[in-house]
């Protein structure tokens, strides 16, 4: 069992102790979702192929919660956003734009990559990143960047 696998089991023994349903469900889900990825990939995880799954979570639960605001069903909605904070909590610290920015530039320049081709671009850079950057706050960077 590798860090973040441990800080997750960590946490359910927690909320169990504080009866925190939420935080246990939320937590519950997660493990889940990752049990599910390694009997898929007949191996276990990495933490950085977890931080991917939580990630994918945040983003569905994001929508989830536009969608029941937009429903005008605040009362769930609110809920909805408790379990992405909860989910946030899991992941790394995210880098601060100017952080972003500096680094695409350093390494455009150092691989000398032209923003000809934005895909190969993105492609280069999410693999620089190895997933310490969600995929659309690289995006809006780099189209920042290109303009």
């Known amino acids: 069992m590798n860090n973040l696998n441990q800080t997750i089991q960590q946490m359910m023994v927690q909320a169990m102790k504080d009866r925190d349903r939420l935080k246990l469900d939320v937590l519950r889900f997660v493990r889940s979702q990752?049990?599910?990825q390694e009997i898929d990939k007949q191996k276990p995880l990495d933490n950085k192929e977890i931080v991917k799954i939580i990630r994918n979570l945040v983003k569905k639960q994001k929508e989830e919660v536009v969608f029941l605001r937009q429903a005008g069903r605040t009362d769930q909605a609110d809920q909805e956003s408790q379990k992405t904070k909860i989910l946030k909590s899991l992941?790394?610290?995210?880098?601060?734009?100017?952080?972003?920015?500096?680094e695409i530039r350093r390494v455009v320049s150092k691989e000398q990559l032209t923003n000809q081709n934005f895909g190969r671009l993105m492609a280069r850079l999410?693999?620089?990143?190895?997933?310490?950057?969600?995929?659309?706050?690289?995006?809006?960077a780099l189209k920042q960047l290109i303009k």
Do not use: W
């Open 34 to 36: 990752i049990k599910n």
């Open 126 to 140: 999410i693999t620089h990143f190895n997933g310490r950057v969600a995929g659309d706050a690289l995006a809006s």
């Open 91 to 102: 992941l790394p610290p995210e880098m601060k734009p100017e952080e972003i920015t500096a």
